[in-house]
């Protein structure tokens, strides 16, 4: 029995690879201080460190979606990680959960909002859809369509997919996202408390994981996606929407052009749905897939609010 657990474990870190990198917590700094200031004043801070090109704040929000912010939240990271997520390609992105009218900013009122006025000025659609948008409330499940909205702050976000992730499948992408910020976001400074119980939480259940895989997919999915890193790292799917679209409206240029980025959010059927294929006028697709899927199309993107 012994043997067999340890076989199996061994197939398990061979296939998913290990943290890599790890050094002792008395070698690793300890990270800086928030910045700090007026709203204002730290958005001036975050610009000069990433770039206008990579700001997406309040005057972002209110061009796209017409929301006209009394009070900006702070940003909740230090100058060194703004400087490491230019260094890592990351942009700063202003979400809201609040529509214009005080309604939530759900999937339906961000097609709604956005597509009405892109349509007069020549832009296109930010969605596709084959039926008037029932596939889209099918994949992602009345609620979600109606109701949920982007979870409001500040993030730092990948502009695009990990090289790494491509072609894995979902268990196997959420070690190389631990991978990319223990060795990346936070290479030489010791984890935030929040990060360092998702890695435990991950390590502790990431040899059962694998053992649903082919074998109970539903629950795997469930499980997937309830992860703390999972929560932490990943955009759901209203996210990804909202953060398109904030893009596009900016520069004139779409993301996810030949790509689409596995979510958060899991469908009524039980499946973790994905978004992409962003074609400018053709608009975002999306699709749902069991967990063990993967394909040279599909990857991960770090999406973090903390």
Do not use: C
């Amino acid at each position: 029995m012994g043997s067999s657990e340890t076989s199996f474990d061994s197939k398990a870190d061979q296939v998913l690879g290990g943290l890599l990198g790890d050094k002792q917590d008395s070698d690793l700094k300890i990270p800086e201080a928030k910045i700090k200031g007026s709203a204002s004043e730290q958005i001036r801070i975050a610009t000069e460190r990433l770039g206008p090109e990579n700001v997406l704040g309040p005057e972002d929000v209110s061009r796209t979606f017409g929301v006209n912010l009394r009070e900006i939240p702070g940003i909740p990271f230090s100058v060194k990680e703004l400087e490491r997520a230019k260094e890592l390609g990351q942009r700063l992105i202003l979400r809201v959960d609040k529509a214009p009218d005080g309604g939530p900013m759900s999937f339906k009122t961000m097609k709604d909002i956005v597509q009405s006025r892109w349509a007069k000025e020549g832009k296109g659609s930010l969605v596709y859809t084959i039926d008037e948008y029932r596939d889209w409330e099918r994949r992602l499940g009345v609620t979600a369509f109606f109701k949920d909205p982007p979870r409001s702050g500040w993030a730092l976000v990948s502009t695009n997919i990990i090289p790494e992730s491509v072609d894995a499948d979902y268990l196997k992408q959420t070690q190389i996202i631990i991978n990319v910020i223990k060795n990346e976001i936070f290479k030489n400074i010791k984890l935030p408390e929040e990060y360092a119980l998702a890695v435990t939480e991950f390590e502790s259940q990431k040899h059962a994981l694998f053992q649903l895989t082919n074998m109970n997919s539903l629950e795997l999915a469930k499980r997937l996606v309830h992860l703390r890193i999972t929560r932490l790292a990943r955009p759901t799917a209203q996210e990804i929407i909202y953060d398109l679209a904030m893009y596009y409206d900016k520069h004139n240029k779409a993301l996810l052009s030949d790509r689409y980025a596995w979510s958060g959010s899991i469908s009524p059927r039980g499946l973790i749905i994905n978004i992409g294929d962003f074609l400018d006028a053709r608009g975002v697709e999306g699709d749902e897939q069991k967990a063990e899927f993967h394909n040279s199309a599909v990857g991960a993107i770090i999406s973090r609010r903390i």
